[in-house]
């Protein structure tokens, strides 16, 4: 399925926030910080991650929804969607 960066805009903030706290995380460490200072920062980091992968699920499984209301063939099936989501578990 193509993704349309107007559709995943907010998983694209998501990621290049994610970005920027991974960088952070890296120096933290090069630094000597302390590790739960770092661990926190790095659970934020994978939460954005996360997120960011709900998010174009989310969106995968409206563009099918529309595709078929409209009586077109969906790009993905309902079993494509699921194990992407699964994946991300």
């Known amino acids: 399925m193509e993704m349309s960066p107007v559709l995943l805009k907010d998983a694209l903030t998501r990621l290049k926030r ?35 992968g709900f998010k174009i699920i989310a969106t995968g499984m409206r563009e099918c929804q529309t595709a078929r209301q409209r009586g077109e063939e969906p790009p993905m099936s309902e079993e494509e969607l699921e194990k992407l989501f699964m994946s991300l578990s």
């Open 18 to 52: 994610a970005q920027g706290q991974l960088g952070a995380v890296i120096a933290m460490i090069e630094n000597g910080e302390d590790c739960r200072r770092v661990l926190t920062q790095l659970a934020a980091v994978s939460s954005a991650v996360d997120r960011a």
